[in-house]
C-alpha cells in the first residue's frame, strides 16, 4: 500500500490512524487538521497510530505525536503506536516519544491494552 493521504477507523472511542509511507512537514498540517475536527465531532477517548506503512518521519511528525499525547492526556485518554520500524522506532526514541507513548508491534496488541 503506497498511500499518500490518511485514513482513519473507528472502533468505538478509539480513532486508529493510519500514517502514509512518509510523515513530514508537507502531510502533517492535513493530519493535525482531520483529527482536529474528528477529535471535535467525535467522543475520542483513544488515539492509535499506525506506522506499518511508515518509513520515514521528521519533526513534525513527532509534534504532532506528541501534540495528541498531551490532548488525549488532558482528557484522560490515551495513545499508542503499532507496526514501527527500525527507522521510526529510532526517531521516536530520539525525540523522547517512546517514554511516553506504548509502542506494540501489531494492531490487535495496541487495541487490547
Not at 2 to 11: I, L, M, P, V
Not at 31 to 44: I, Q
Not at 65 to 80: C, D, E, P, W
Request: include cysteine.
Amino acid at each position: 500500500m503506497n498511500q499518500k493521504t490518511f485514513s482513519y477507523e473507528a472502533k468505538g472511542s478509539v480513532l486508529v490512524i493510519h500514517l502514509p509511507r512518509e510523515l513530514d512537514h508537507h502531510n502533517c498540517r492535513n493530519l493535525k487538521y482531520e483529527t482536529d475536527l474528528l477529535l471535535a465531532e467525535n467522543y475520542v477517548s483513544r488515539i492509535i497510530f499506525d506506522f506499518s506503512h511508515t518509513e520515514f518521519m521528521d519533526s513534525s511528525g513527532i509534534g504532532i505525536l506528541l501534540n495528541r499525547y498531551k490532548q488525549m492526556a488532558g482528557s484522560g485518554g490515551s495513545v499508542a503506536i503499532y507496526g514501527a520500524g527500525t527507522q521510526v522506532h529510532r526517531i521516536l526514541h530520539v525525540g523522547g516519544l517512546s517514554r511516553l507513548v506504548p509502542c506494540f508491534d501489531t494492531k490487535e496488541a495496541a487495541l487490547l491494552a
